[in-house]
């Protein structure tokens, strides 16, 4: 040490005492500004995948626009996530294989036990994707895709973690043809959502609501070989909407117990449509195209 003294002056060492004093300063305040960085991006990432926001595009700009808009349709092709396309399924229950409440997956099977692997469905009100699904088992068995929509948060989020092999989406049908953003009630059970125009409260959250038309041409107006309407009791509206002449529905199941139109006036404008009534599953009543009932069993329809 005395050495060190000896050979460097008061003024030489000055310097590195400043070097270390700013360093012995500066780290500190760094590794704050540092830490609140990370602090702001994790809580915006966190905003951004929480249950309650997760995968919601908003489009103010477009309420009210019919569903033939472009700006619509591309709206609803932004929002749907792609299928995934590798990896395994994350069930719940693998070895199970038909998932349906009251039977629709087996029935849809019988069907369609004629028709080659690959056909298409459009399910409303797809839960988690596993428990109820009406769709699982013609994807996992039958090599089918679709569309997947549930708008509640939590089904939703778990929806996603599935690795389901269909298009999903955070979103709603709305009863008439026009884009909107409705209040969503989440404050009941999951079988008792409705669709409310009302302010926000702590349980409901506001969903993107899109035309079906607008969805089915954002995928570029595919047949629908497979539809699973559960909307909570606006079913009847929702089918009104539908340009009927302009898309290809072969089979559809439709809860009716919450319909305050009453399940016969549902079965007579589907008739009017020219839907063929097959049977009551329970609380769904399942239909089935008669134009395009070709290649279908029809055993089943006796």
């Given at each position: 040490m005395k050495y060190l003294v000896m050979k460097y002056s008061l003024r030489t060492l000055l310097p590195l005492f400043v070097v270390i004093f700013l360093l012995l300063l500066g780290i500190p305040i760094l590794t704050k500004s540092v830490i609140v960085e990370v602090i702001e991006v994790t809580e915006h990432e966190a905003m951004r995948s929480s249950p309650e926001t997760e995968d919601l595009f908003f489009h103010p700009d477009l309420l009210g626009k019919n569903m033939r808009d472009e700006a619509v349709i591309q709206a609803a092709r932004e929002a749907l996530i792609a299928p995934a396309r590798e990896g395994p399924y994350y069930l719940d229950n693998p070895r199970q294989k038909f998932y349906s409440q009251h039977g629709q997956d087996k029935h849809v099977k019988e069907i369609f036990r004629d028709m080659q692997k690959g056909g298409f469905f459009f399910e409303v009100g797809a839960l988690?994707?596993?428990?109820?699904?009406?769709?699982?088992?013609?994807?996992?068995?039958?090599?089918?895709?679709?569309?997947?929509?549930?708008?509640?948060?939590?089904?939703?989020?778990?929806l996603k973690s599935k690795n389901r092999r269909a298009h999903i989406m955070r979103a709603c049908l709305v009863p008439d043809t026009s884009y909107r953003e409705p209040v969503f009630d989440i404050?009941?059970?999951?079988?008792?959502?409705?669709?409310?125009?009302?302010?926000?409260?702590?349980?409901?959250?506001?969903?993107?609501?899109?035309?079906f038309y607008s969805i089915l041409a954002a995928?570029?107006?595919?047949?629908?070989?497979?539809?699973?309407?559960?909307?909570?009791g606006v079913e009847l509206k929702v089918l009104k909407s539908i340009p009927w002449d302009d898309v290809k529905i072969r089979v559809i199941t439709i809860e009716i117990f919450l319909l305050p139109e009453g399940p016969e006036a549902l079965r007579v404008f589907m008739e009017e449509k020219g839907f063929k009534f097959i049977k009551q599953l329970d609380q769904d009543y399942l239909f089935i195209n008669?134009?395009?009932?070709?290649?279908?069993?029809i055993k089943v329809m006796k």
């Amino acid at each position: 040490m005395k050495y060190l003294v000896m050979k460097y002056s008061l003024r030489t060492l000055l310097p590195l005492f400043v070097v270390i004093f700013l360093l012995l300063l500066g780290i500190p305040i760094l590794t704050k500004s540092v830490i609140v960085e990370v602090i702001e991006v994790t809580e915006h990432e966190a905003m951004r995948s929480s249950p309650e926001t997760e995968d919601l595009f908003f489009h103010p700009d477009l309420l009210g626009k019919n569903m033939r808009d472009e700006a619509v349709i591309q709206a609803a092709r932004e929002a749907l996530i792609a299928p995934a396309r590798e990896g395994p399924y994350y069930l719940d229950n693998p070895r199970q294989k038909f998932y349906s409440q009251h039977g629709q997956d087996k029935h849809v099977k019988e069907i369609f036990r004629d028709m080659q692997k690959g056909g298409f469905f459009f399910e409303v009100g797809a839960l988690t994707g596993e428990s109820l699904s009406n769709t699982l088992y013609l994807e996992r068995e039958l090599g089918w895709t679709g569309v997947l929509m549930e708008p509640t948060p939590v089904s939703y989020h778990v929806l996603k973690s599935k690795n389901r092999r269909a298009h999903i989406m955070r979103a709603c049908l709305v009863p008439d043809t026009s884009y909107r953003e409705p209040v969503f009630d989440i404050g009941r059970e999951a079988w008792g959502n409705t669709l409310v125009d009302a302010e926000k409260t702590s349980k409901s959250v506001r969903v993107p609501c899109y035309p079906f038309y607008s969805i089915l041409a954002a995928l570029g107006n595919p047949v629908v070989d497979y539809m699973s309407l559960d909307v909570e009791g606006v079913e009847l509206k929702v089918l009104k909407s539908i340009p009927w002449d302009d898309v290809k529905i072969r089979v559809i199941t439709i809860e009716i117990f919450l319909l305050p139109e009453g399940p016969e006036a549902l079965r007579v404008f589907m008739e009017e449509k020219g839907f063929k009534f097959i049977k009551q599953l329970d609380q769904d009543y399942l239909f089935i195209n008669k134009q395009l009932s070709r290649g279908l069993n029809i055993k089943v329809m006796k």
